[in-house]
Nanobody, 125 residues
Framework: VQLQASGGGLVQAGGSLRVSCAASGGTFSSYVMGWFRQAPGKEREFVAAISYGGLTTYYADSVKGRFTISRDNAKNTVYLQMDSLKPEDTANYYC???????????????????WGQGTQVTVSS
């Protein structure tokens, strides 16, 4: 599967932004999906994950209550709605997926996970 992220940009602190990740070349509904982010000089970190049907979601503590992951299997797309953004949310955001995988495998960035290119999110203070 190929993953294409989009929607990043510059936003002021307290604002909102939604990033998207479109999948192609696979049966999207069979992929558990997630988002990671990487800030300059820091390791890539888990942000959120979502189950195949979208009923179960998982979040890093740092974004819980502010970010919402969702998916539209008819459009082969996963979204990350980011509200109440903070300057520390500034990072390159990557989508990831695993065929018939688990949320744990997404969170651990296990081998055989698919990755898209990043989309930059910059939050100004």
């Amino acid at each position: 599967v190929q993953l294409q992220a989009s929607g990043g940009g510059l936003v002021q602190a307290g604002g909102s932004l939604r990033v998207s990740c479109a999948a192609s070349g696979g049966t999207f509904s069979s992929y558990v999906m997630g988002w990671f982010r990487q800030a300059p000089g820091k390791e890539r970190e888990f942000v959120a994950a979502i189950s195949y049907g979208g009923l179960t979601t998982y979040y890093a503590d740092s974004v819980k209550g502010r970010f919402t992951i969702s998916r539209d299997n008819a459009k082969n797309t996963v979204y990350l709605q980011m509200d109440s953004l903070k300057p520390e949310d500034t990072a390159n955001y990557y989508c990831t997926g695993r065929y018939k995988g688990t949320a744990g495998q997404i969170m651990r960035a296990s081998g055989n996970n698919f990755w898209g290119q990043g989309t930059q999110v910059t939050v100004s203070s």
